[in-house]
């Protein structure tokens, strides 16, 4: 694009460098690294006793998830290491590899238990039978309660390859966005507000802890490795509440203007269970207006950052706005 | 004990402190401090709109456990501070005293989700209804998930309570006690193996991991609050091995042997669901053996420790011994 015979000459370098950036193939070589770091920690300790938990766990996280949680750790730790000099394998890169893939066990597990009777009662998931589907209720349970120890354990490695200290600080993010603090908290807020009409604050609350706390805790805990000045850190906690609120307005559109196959999951079915959501609250073109002024929050929130290499997280806010699923 | 006019005069040290020592004193001041941490820490940052989660959260932990694992992590951090002259309050105390919780919200998480209707479907815990029949499944599955996550917070304070490393060193021994190696990876086993002969070697790999595991952490992440050598850190690892193994035998017997009510829980349920168990494999009187074998070993491990100040430990062994409940 910045070939485009007509691009204004007084473009920002931050809008320059952004439409000069290939998301494309910095996915394909984001994600070439984090299938098979996924698929080889998920495999290693494997014994054969433990098969009926492992089968559950590896179904639920490979294989057809978009990464997007790996793919905000990889680029904020990126834009970090332009600054701090520390670019390059191993070190801090292994770090928020590690940081990244813990966060995606977090979020495999919400979906697992989520999918669950006794939660939305999901049959459809990524295109395929959900866990309790195809492993039964207790299998489910089980996998999703190991999938959350599973992410300590590999914040925790026994290597060296994440300083001690380091642990401890992505460990405690990682819990706190998990936990009743965030993820979890979220949940119970939205199930116990089925039918209720919140106003913007209820639902901003609800959804910043549902789906933005784990979001924007990707994004920390990628900066976390490294040695970004606290003003930066700040700016991309700004760009990481702002980019997960925008994924749960796309999604609360998405869920009244796409349709289950190309979603993978069942549409419609916040509509159906009466659920406060963005539509609902302000109407479709209300709620895309919201998603764009979002948008608009997390690119000004990384020019505040004073990084220079944030082209991976400007095209990835590109991404969750225009996504279909 | 040590007042009775016939004494072996040649009583090792060991057992004459052991024998000397007032564990229901000891206890009953370790709960005056355990009982209030659990409450305030669970209290800490409670917000109105959580409450449909804190309420379930606060009912699965509060009022009702023995809360040995707890009194294991203090008994041990008490042993290691006998040896490295840090006793006293704050410091190390502290962060065995949150190990010790975190570890007892791990063991409640794992009641909650044990006790829902995928899993053994049992309606009283500790003599009151279980969490879902209080608080409906899904309350239960988000408070038991929030809870595994409010663990691993509670051992990374904000503020500098615990050392970072020693953060480090405790979270990631509690997410493999808690995970697919540990207590999730035992009950897996256990739920794939109802109505199948398992020999001991089996039955002791199933119960190592799902009970063994947890309480074993509870000794081990206590004794890592100090500066304990190395080879009383390995022997508290076996006494620890020993004491897990040893209490989950006697569940065995009495779960054969007592009633409901002295219980608190459903008796018999595991003759009736046709789980391999102890008393299944060996007959009461060789799972009563099996237990005092135990008992021995874990006692000889405390004294291969070399650490003076093992008597809470050696009471605590004995109490595991002599439960009804």
């Known amino acids: 694009m910045s070939q485009a015979p007509h691009a204004p000459e007084t473009a920002t370098p931050q809008a320059e460098s952004s439409s000069a950036f290939d998301l494309a193939a910095w996915n394909e070589a984001a994600l070439a690294r984090i299938e098979p770091a996924l698929d080889r920690w998920l495999g290693e300790g494997a014994v054969p006793s433990r098969e009926s938990l492992d089968a559950p766990m ?5 294989d057809g998830g978009k990464r997007l949680r790996p793919l905000l750790a990889l680029a904020a730790r990126a834009a970090v290491a332009e600054h701090d000099g520390t670019a390059g394998p191993g070190g801090f890169d292994t770090a928020a590899m590690r940081a990244g893939c813990a966060v995606e066990l977090i979020h495999a597990y919400s979906l697992v238990h989520d999918d669950m009777p006794c939660m939305d009662n999901d049959v459809l998931r990524r295109g395929k039978p959900t866990v309790h589907v195809r492993f039964g209720e207790a299998g489910a349970l089980l996998a999703g309660d190991a999938l959350q ?13 994440i300083p001690p200290a380091l642990q401890a600080v992505l460990c405690a993010r990682l819990a706190r966005a ?8 979220g949940q119970a807020i939205d199930l116990a507000n089925v039918g209720v009409a919140l106003d913007e604050a209820a639902l901003r609350q609800m959804h910043s802890a549902k789906t933005g706390a784990l979001l924007q805790a990707s994004v920390a805990m990628g900066a976390a490795c490294g040695a970004a000045p606290a003003q930066a850190l700040a700016a991309l906690e700004r760009y990481g509440a702002a980019l997960g609120l925008a994924f749960q307005v796309v999604d609360d559109i998405l869920d009244v203007t796409a349709d289950s196959a190309t979603l993978g999951k069942t549409a419609g079915k916040d509509a159906a269970a009466d659920k406060p959501t963005y539509v609902s609250l302000l109407g479709l073109d209300g709620a895309r207006a919201r998603a764009r002024a979002l948008h608009t929050a997390a690119l000004a929130a990384l020019d505040d950052s004073g990084l220079r290499g944030t082209q991976a997280l400007a095209a990835l806010a590109a991404l969750v706005m225009d996504r279909s699923h």
């Open 149 to 161: 120890a599973l992410a300590f354990e590999w914040l925790t490695p026994a290597d060296s390859a």
């Open 178 to 185: 998990a936990g009743r603090d965030g993820m979890a908290g």
């Open 58 to 62: 590896r179904y639920a996280v490979l």
